[in-house]
């Protein structure tokens, strides 16, 4: 085991009681509990997307972060990434974050699609949904992703915009499996970095107090 000098207790310890004043202390340990098992579960590219807010966070903000080292930074960022849910409110306001860049329609390997979607998809196509979409364990997904079918590499835009499925109107938000809205964790879509930045700035000035309004 790898001893923790005094200086880094403290700080342990400080970053504690900072959390405390914004989650009560038995939902924190559930949270680090349930941070742990995302992990886990998802590897390496979620470790990735929590790299990529930490060097957002370093780059922009460190004048608010710079007194976190980065392994409680990364416990701050995978406890406000497990609170999670997300209002579609929030993510408008924070739409300049997008930068278009097409990545989620072009190199997204595959997009679930919910049964209202494929049926009008396919009915104002006037094409078979077998042709469009894949039924997999009871679940649609487009048949052609990464990338869709839809997307125009030439303009980088969505060919079919007006009746687009739910998924991608919704992205970066995707449906837990209570039907509630949480981040999709993609560490090349400046969208959802950037929302969580925004969020882990806005707890950090809520367990010290500071009521200004952070910006992503
Ligand atoms: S939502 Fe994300 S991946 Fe898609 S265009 Fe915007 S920044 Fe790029
Ligand atoms: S349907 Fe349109 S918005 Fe959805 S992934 Fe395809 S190109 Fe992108």
Redesign the pocket.
């Known amino acids: 085991m790898c001893p923790v000098s005094a200086v880094e207790y403290e700080k342990q310890i400080a970053m504690i009681e900072l959390l405390s004043k914004v989650f009560k202390p038995d939902d924190l340990e559930a949270m680090e509990r349930l941070a742990g098992i995302k992990s886990r579960s998802t590897g390496l590219s979620y470790d990735f997307y929590i790299s990529q807010i930490l060097e957002v966070l370093r780059t922009r903000h460190n004048a608010v972060v710079g007194d976190i080292p980065d392994h409680e930074l990364r416990r701050v960022i995978s406890i406000v990434d497990i609170v999670g849910v997300e209002s579609h409110g929030l993510m408008k306001r924070l739409a300049s974050a997008c930068l278009g860049c097409?990545w989620?329609?072009?190199q997204?390997k595959s997009?679930h699609v919910f049964p209202d979607d494929v049926d009008r998809i396919s009915r104002k196509l006037k094409l078979k949904k077998e042709d469009l979409f894949d039924l997999r364990a009871g679940q649609w997904f487009?048949k052609q992703?990464n990338?869709?079918?839809?997307?125009?590499q030439r303009t980088g835009?969505?060919?079919?915009?007006s009746i687009?499925?739910r998924?991608?109107?919704d992205?970066p938000l995707a449906e837990n499996l209570e039907h509630k809205h949480t981040l999709v964790a993609a560490a090349d879509c400046h969208y959802s970095v950037g929302v969580m930045v925004f969020k882990v700035l806005g707890t950090l000035a809520l367990a010290r107090g500071d009521s200004s309004s952070p910006a992503p």
């Open positions: 097409g989620c329609c072009a997204t997009i487009m992703a990338p869709c079918r839809w997307w125009n835009r969505c060919s079919i915009y687009r499925p998924t991608c109107r992205w």
